[in-house]
């Protein structure tokens, strides 16, 4: 079955193709064993496709129960090319129609056309006899014309390719008679036919039935018995004594096993429907002289659900913005079963309490959906996992688990921990000192949630606010850059932004108050007589003046600053 000169010179001219509008899918016919790399046909013509826009929408081809790639599309020319060896025989066995399905699947939207790939036979097998040499004996009292049946030989091509014809030796004694039919080009298989000549033996074995039908659950262990078949012959002795047997060489004769003196068909290997669902073999019972007879053995397959689904996960978006709007196709998930019927029926779901939900999509295609606004701020993982359930008895399952992220959009202005702030600072401060510090929280992603502080700028008192104060971009730590005096105002107010480092940035802004207070830092002042003059001062001071004050002018600081200048005065004097 290997590639063959016929295989190359067939080449591209016998491709040819046959388009069906209909759901936009799409046939090609090609002969089996082309190169790798040739061209099937132009698919995205063919259907209609953009040619520019494959690569976006990722197109490729998939398959379905297979994990051979048998092709592949070029995304820069469209055209869908071999990409594994294609052998029919492998393909199909003696299937007089091979079609190869593929499907072209593209995103965004998701879009699943078919296509059929006819595969045709080329004549790459050569018939093969069963044995390199047949022993038949014949009675010496045969007449002329007498008929013995040979053993069939086998070619795995199908129609013209397969056996067309035998022929004999140039001899005295025998003729074929066979009908001869010209393939092209033929191939052939020769064997060796030993005829001896015996007694008479005048009954040939005959099977109870032409055709046995058996059916078998697929994984029967060996030895199973799947069918007897029996055959009787009339003659006595070894004429009469049946052997049953094979008649061709074929792989199904590893699978089954024939007992050559019971008639007893077991299972002699492994028996999987999803490789084969139904097995046909020729069967002959010999007598003793080699006088057959011949019935055909048919054995279906039935299938047992032994193939949990499989998924995939086709495609995903990952990390995902998390300001995609709800509904959003975040992945594409396929999910296929290997089993027949209800056996490969699946059912797919994805745990309750996420943002996501699977919506089944064309055949057994899901999308994965975002359900409502993602927030990376509250959730910024998690973890899909993907059931998958078919409806044998007992079902099998799957799963698998994704993992999905959230990205950062700058959706969060920094926002300050109090509504406004207050500093106190007593004046003849040091210019540096601290008056007080900002802090705003941002709770996005590295640079979105980076905060860096600043003074807006304004007036205070016909300046810049700059020339009162600073802050520190990255601390938020507020530093008077002068000396404040309570004496020329008591407070002002600044404003303090606070914006991330996100393009565009976010930001916000906080009232700080700064206030003042006095220090005792001015001497009282004699307004009046003029503090030049020596002579005694006049006063009027109320009546209910404290005593206390009599004496000294005093201010209340602390320090009990008295003027150089002490001014006495004497209570007697004021009456
Ligand atoms: C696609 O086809 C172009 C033109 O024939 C060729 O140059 C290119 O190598 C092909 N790409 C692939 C991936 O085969
Ligand atoms: C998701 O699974 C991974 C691996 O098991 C684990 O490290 C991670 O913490 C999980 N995340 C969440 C959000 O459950
Ligand atoms: C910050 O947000 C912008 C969108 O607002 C996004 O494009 C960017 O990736 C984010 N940066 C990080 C570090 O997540
Ligand atoms: C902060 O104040 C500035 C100047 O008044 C203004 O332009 C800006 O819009 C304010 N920003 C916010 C977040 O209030």
């Not at 079609?99 to 097998?125: A, G, T």
């Not at 053995?297 to 086709?314: C, F, G, H, R, S």
């Not at 296929?336 to 996420?354: A, G, K």
């Not at 700064?514 to 009046?528: A, W």
Request: proline content about 5%.
């Amino acid at each position: 079955m290997g590639p063959t000169r016929f295989a190359l010179l067939c080449g591209l001219a016998f491709v040819f193709l046959v388009l069906h509008p209909v759901y936009g899918d799409v046939s090609y016919s090609i002969p089996e064993e082309m190169k790798r790399g040739s061209v099937i046909g132009n698919i995205a013509r063919n259907l209609g496709l953009d040619l520019g826009r494959l690569s976006v929408r990722k197109a490729r081809i998939d398959t379905e129960d297979t994990n051979v790639q048998y092709c592949g599309i070029n995304l820069s020319t469209g055209d869908l090319i071999v990409q594994e060896r294609i052998d029919r025989e492998g393909l199909c066995a003696k299937k007089a129609s091979c079609v190869l399905k593929q499907e072209l699947v593209l995103e965004n939207p998701l879009e699943l056309h078919r296509i059929s790939i006819r595969v045709q036979d080329i004549n790459d097998n050569s018939p093969q006899f069963k044995e390199d040499s047949l022993k038949i004996e014949i009675h010496e009292s045969a007449v002329k014309g007498a008929r013995f049946l040979l053993d069939e030989a086998h070619d795995g091509d199908i129609g013209e390719n397969a056996v067309q014809g035998y022929s004999l030796q140039q001899n005295d004694h025998f003729k074929l008679n066979v009908n001869t039919k010209a393939g092209s080009p033929q191939r052939s298989g020769t064997v060796l036919i030993h005829v001896s000549v015996l007694d008479a033996n005048d009954n040939v074995p005959v099977f109870s039935q032409t055709v046995y039908k058996a059916s078998l659950p697929e994984n029967s262990p060996l030895d199973t018995l799947v069918i007897t078949v029996s055959a009787a012959d009339a003659d006595e002795g070894m004429y009469g004594e049946v052997t049953y047997g094979f008649d061709h060489v074929s792989d199904e004769n590893q699978i089954f096993f024939l007992d050559s003196k019971t008639g007893e068909v077991k299972v002699g290997g492994s028996i999987d429907y999803e490789k084969e669902s139904s097995y046909e073999m020729q069967i002959s019972a010999k007598d003793g002289l080699g006088l057959a007879s011949y019935a055909t053995l048919i054995i279906e397959i039935t299938d047992m659900n032994d193939n949990a689904p499989v998924i995939y996960l086709k495609s995903v978006t990952n990390p995902i913005p998390e300001n995609v709007s709800p509904g959003t196709e975040v992945g594409i998930i396929n999910v296929q079963d290997r089993d027949s019927e209800n056996n490969r029926q699946v059912r797919c779901s994805i745990q309750q309490n996420v943002p996501f939900k699977l919506v089944p999509s064309i055949k057994n295609y899901y999308s994965l959906v975002t359900t409502g606004q993602l927030d990376r701020e509250l959730v910024s993982d998690y973890n899909i996992t993907i059931s998958a359930t078919d409806e044998g008895s007992p079902p099998l399952s799957s799963s698998k688990t994704v993992q999905l992220s959230v990205a950062d959009i700058n959706d969060n202005p920094p926002v300050f921990e109090e509504q406004s702030y207050s500093a106190y600072v007593t004046e003849n401060n040091k210019p540096g000192s601290t008056l007080c510090s900002v802090t705003a929280r941002d709770p996005d992603w590295r640079q979105n949630g980076t905060v860096i502080y600043s003074l807006l700028s304004g007036e205070v008192n016909g300046a810049p606010v700059s020339s009162y104060l600073s802050v520190n971009g990255d601390t938020g730590v507020i530093h008077a850059v002068r000396s404040f005096d309570y004496e020329q105002f008591r407070s002002f107010k600044v404003h303090v932004m606070a914006r991330d480092n996100g393009s565009p940035p976010l930001s916000s802004n906080v009232t700080v108050s700064v206030f003042i207070s006095d220090v005792n830092d001015n001497s009282p002042q004699i307004l009046y007589p003029a503090p030049e003059g020596n002579s005694f001062m006049t006063e009027l001071v109320p009546k209910a003046a404290h005593g206390g004050l009599s004496g000294v002018q005093s201010d209340s600081g602390g320090r009990g600053l008295r003027t150089e200048r002490l001014a006495v005065l004497s209570y007697s004097e004021i009456h």
